[in-house]
C-alpha cells in the first residue's frame, strides 16, 4: 500500500470516537517481556480465547496490566443484555485472564454453539468497552462479538483431503493479483455469486460473447496462484447494508482471524463466511490454482477502540516518546512486532489460516513495519507446515517508524530473510516510468537512462558482474541472495495499472501502440529471474479511468467489463502464451544465484533502448542450449546482429507462441519498435 493509499484510508477509517476509549500510553512496567508466548496458556498456537466442552467452556484473554476482566455470553449478535457474565480470574505468573462457563448458568441454554461473546478489560479505574479479543475466528456481523460455532457447519464435503496444488519452487509461480469483486461484480461476468467468495467456486462462466470467465478464465490463461487482496474482517464495509454499493480494498484491519462478511452470502451467520471461504479455496486448489492471501498485520483500523487496545491497553503498539502512537503505515498506528506477543501473534495468525485454510502464500503490506526476527520466523514457521508455501511483501514503509532502520524487513534487507521475497519497484519503474509521476516513461515506451534498472529486474536481483548498480534508478546494489526473493511487476492494485499508465505516458500514441509496449513490458517481467507477478485485467487491457488509489472507488471504475476479452483477445492470448513459455522453459526460473551470473550473459548493444542477453548452457536443466531475449524499447525498429545458427523463433513484433513461430539462421535481424524479440536453439 503506498503513501497516497494509506491517508485515504485514514480518513475514513480513523474517524472514530467510541466509549470506553483510552489514552496511548507507551511500554511500561509491568509489560515485561518474560511473560513470553511459550508461557501463554495451554494451547500452544495460541488461536483458541475459548475452548468448547459438551457442558462447559472455557475462556482465556492476556492481559497482565488489567486490573480485571469480564467475559460476556449473549444469545443473539444483537442482544442488549448478556446471557450470562462471568469475572475472570488472573494467573500472575502467565498474565491471562481464565474463565469457566457452564450450561447451567445460562438461561434454558443446552450448547454453546450459536452463542457470543465479549470480553471487558477494566484498566486505570474504568471499564473499556467490549471486545471480541485478539484471537476471535468465528464473528458476528461486522465483527462485534466473537462467535461460537459448530465446525462441522463450517467444513465443505472433502476438506480434509484438500492440498495445495503447488509443489515447486517460487520462481515456478505466476502470481495474479484480485480483489473478489472487481473479478465478479460486472454483469458481464456471467457469475452469480458476484462479488462473493462462491464466485471463483462457479464453472462454466461466460461473457455475453461467450468468453470464458472467472475460474474458467484463470485456467485458460495459466497463472498458478490467485493473490487475494485482504479477505479478513476489516472495518470499512458495513456487512448489515450490503444491498447498497460499498467498496473498499480491506486495509483497514479489524479481526484478523475469521474472513470478512461482506464476502459471504450471509454475514449474520458466522459459519458461512468460513464455509464459502474454504469452498472457494477448494475450487482454486481443484483447478489447479494456489491462493495465496494479503495480509495486513502492520497497523489497525483504529488506534484506542481496537481489539489490541482493548485488550492490552498500550502494549501491541509503537509509540513516540510523548505516548502519541508512531505512524510508519500513515494510518494512525504501527504496531510491534518486536514485542514477544505481536511477534507469536503474527506467526501463529499466519499458520492458523496456513493450517485451517489451507492458504499456500502470504503478502504482508508494508513489510518493512516488520522487524526481521518476526519475518524470518514468520519463513520457518510456514514452510515446516508447507515447503512450497510462498511469502513475499512490500520492502518499504509508508512513514518513520521507531523501529530502527537495521531491524526493519526492507528490500534492501532482503538477503537477512531467507525464504521471504520482496516486490522489485526497479523492474517496475524501469519498465514502465515512474509510479508517482503519470506522465514519465519507461524503458518500454521509450525513455533513455534506465537499461541497467531494467537489467538489475532481469537478473532477480542479483549479484551480477554486467550490472552496473551504480547506474540504477532506486537500489543501488543486488539485495536479493537468490530470485526466489524478488517477485518482478509493472504494476498492482496500487497507482495508476498499466493501461492507464500507458494512455498517461503515451497520450498521442494508439491503442495499438499501447498495447505493443504492454506487450513488451509484460515480457520482460514475464522472462525475468524472480516471480512475476500481474494485476487482474491486464491481459484484457482494463483500466480504471486514470484513478490511481480506487481503494473505495465504485464499481463502475473497480469492475472488470469482461466485453474485453473479446475487443482484446490478441492481447489474451499473448499473455496466455508468454505465461506458457515461461512454464516450458526453466531457463527462466533460476533459483541459484551463481547459476544466473553464470549463466545469463548480456551483450553489449551500445543503445540505451536495446537490451539484449543470452541464457546459455542448458540453464536450470533447459531443452534448449541457449534462449536470445532482445527488448527494443525505442519507436524505431532496429538491426541487431545473432550469431548463426538454426533458431526457432518464439517471439517477434508483438507476437509470441511457445511452440514457436518458425526459423532464422541468424545473421542480421530485424527487432521491431517497441517489442520483443525471442530466439532458441
Not at 470464458?212 to 495459466?222: F, M, V
Not at 444491498?243 to 475469521?258: I, K, L, T
Not at 464459502?276 to 495486513?296: S, T, W, Y
Not at 506522465?439 to 550490472?467: M, N, S, W, Y
Request: net charge negative; glycine share 8%; aromatic share 10%.
Amino acid at each position: 500500500m503506498n503513501k497516497s493509499i494509506l491517508k485515504a484510508v485514514l480518513t475514513t477509517t480513523m474517524a472514530v470516537a467510541a466509549v470506553g476509549s483510552v489514552t496511548a500510553m507507551p511500554l511500561v512496567p509491568p509489560y515485561d517481556e518474560r511473560m513470553g508466548y511459550d508461557q501463554y496458556p495451554s494451547n500452544p498456537t495460541m488461536t483458541d480465547e475459548v475452548t468448547v466442552h459438551t457442558l462447559s467452556a472455557d475462556f482465556a484473554l492476556w492481559s497482565p496490566r488489567a486490573e480485571a476482566v469480564r467475559v460476556n455470553v449473549y444469545r443473539y449478535y444483537d442482544d442488549k443484555k448478556p446471557l450470562h457474565t462471568a469475572a475472570m480470574t488472573l494467573d500472575a505468573a502467565t498474565g491471562t485472564w481464565q474463565a469457566r462457563v457452564t450450561t447451567s448458568q445460562l438461561k434454558r441454554q443446552r450448547t454453546f454453539y450459536g452463542l457470543f461473546y465479549t470480553f471487558e478489560v477494566k484498566h486505570d479505574g474504568k471499564w473499556l468497552a467490549e471486545t471480541p479479543g485478539i484471537w476471535a475466528k468465528a464473528l458476528s456481523v461486522n465483527g462485534k462479538r466473537a462467535a461460537i460455532i459448530n465446525p462441522d457447519l463450517a467444513t465443505p464435503q472433502g476438506w480434509h483431503y484438500d492440498r495445495s496444488p503447488f509443489t515447486g519452487c517460487p520462481t515456478d509461480a505466476v502470481v495474479y493479483e484480485m480483489h473478489h469483486r472487481d473479478f465478479s461484480i460486472s454483469p458481464t461476468s456471467g457469475i452469480e455469486h458476484k462479488g462473493k467468495f462462491l464466485a471463483l467456486t462457479e464453472n462454466g462462466t461466460k461473457s455475453p460473447l461467450g468468453q470464458a470467465t472467472g475460474i474458467d478464465h484463470l485456467r485458460e490463461l495459466g497463472v498458478t496462484h490467485v493473490q487475494i487482496l485482504p479477505s479478513f474482517d476489516y472495518n470499512s464495509v458495513d456487512e448489515t447494508r450490503l444491498n447498497e454499493q460499498q467498496y473498499n480494498w480491506g486495509y483497514d484491519p479489524v479481526n484478523y482471524n475469521a474472513p470478512d462478511g461482506s464476502y459471504s452470502t450471509d454475514p449474520y451467520m458466522p459459519e458461512t463466511r468460513i464455509y464459502e471461504m474454504r469452498r472457494m479455496i477448494q475450487a482454486l486448489h481443484n483447478a489447479g490454482l494456489g491462493v495465496i492471501m494479503d495480509v495486513v498485520y502492520n497497523h489497525t483500523a483504529v488506534n484506542d477502540d481496537s481489539n489490541f487496545s482493548l485488550t492490552a491497553p498500550g502494549y501491541f503498539y509503537r509509540h513516540n516518546p510523548d505516548g502519541t502512537y508512531s505512524n510508519a503505515s500513515g494510518c494512525g498506528n504501527e504496531t510491534a512486532s518486536e514485542r514477544a506477543m505481536m511477534r507469536h501473534y503474527i506467526v501463529n495468525s499466519v499458520k492458523y489460516w496456513a493450517t485451517e485454510y489451507h492458504i499456500d502464500g502470504f503478502r504482508f503490506d508494508l513489510m518493512a513495519i516488520h522487524d526481521q526476527e518476526t519475518m524470518r520466523e514468520v519463513s520457518e514457521a510456514l514452510h515446516a507446515i508447507n515447503p512450497s508455501i510462498i511469502i513475499y511483501g512490500e520492502g518499504w514503509t509508508a512513514g518513520d517508524s521507531p523501529l530502527p532502520v537495521a531491524d526493519r524487513s526492507l528490500k534492501d534487507s532482503a538477503y537477512r530473510i531467507p525464504g521471504v521475497g520482496v516486490f522489485s519497484d526497479d523492474i517496475r519503474d524501469g519498465v514502465k516510468g515512474h509510479y508517482s509521476r503519470q506522465d514519465d516513461c519507461g524503458f518500454a515506451t521509450g525513455k533513455r537512462g534506465l537499461a541497467e534498472t531494467v537489467k538489475l529486474g532481469i537478473v532477480g536481483a542479483t549479484l551480477h558482474p554486467q550490472v552496473n548498480f551504480k547506474l540504477c534508478s532506486n537500489a543501488k546494489a543486488a539485495y536479493a541472495t537468490s530470485p526466489i526473493q524478488v517477485v518482478n511487476y509493472v504494476s498492482c492494485h496500487d497507482d495508476l495499472m498499466l493501461t492507464d499508465k500507458l494512455r498517461a505516458s503515451m497520450p498521442k500514441a494508439t491503442e495499438a501502440e499501447r498495447q505493443r509496449a504492454a506487450k513488451l513490458a509484460q515480457t520482460i517481467v514475464f522472462t525475468s529471474q524472480g516471480i512475476p507477478f500481474m494485476w487482474c485485467g491486464e491481459e484484457i487491457f482494463r483500466d480504471k479511468k486514470g484513478v490511481h488509489n480506487s481503494y473505495c472507488s465504485p464499481d463502475s471504475i473497480n469492475a472488470i467489463d469482461w466485453t474485453l476479452k473479446s475487443a482484446n483477445r490478441e492481447l489474451f492470448d499473448y499473455y496466455r502464451q508468454l505465461i506458457a513459455l515461461r512454464k516450458a522453459h526453466p531457463a527462466f526460473r533460476m533459483i541459484d544465484a551463481d547459476d544466473i551470473a553464470r549463466n545469463l550473459v548480456f551483450d553489449d548493444t551500445a543503445d540505451e533502448l536495446l537490451i539484449s542477453y543470452s541464457l546459455h548452457n542448458h540453464a536450470n536443466g533447459d531443452s534448449f542450449d541457449e534462449i536470445k531475449l532482445i527488448f527494443n524499447g525505442s519507436d524505431d525498429d532496429k538491426e541487431v546482429e545473432v550469431p548463426a545458427g538454426n533458431w526457432t523463433i518464439l517471439a517477434t513484433d508483438g507476437h509470441i507462441n511457445a511452440g514457436g513461430l518458425g526459423a532464422t539462421r541468424g545473421g542480421k535481424l530485424r527487432v521491431a519498435h517497441r517489442s520483443a524479440t525471442i530466439l532458441a536453439r
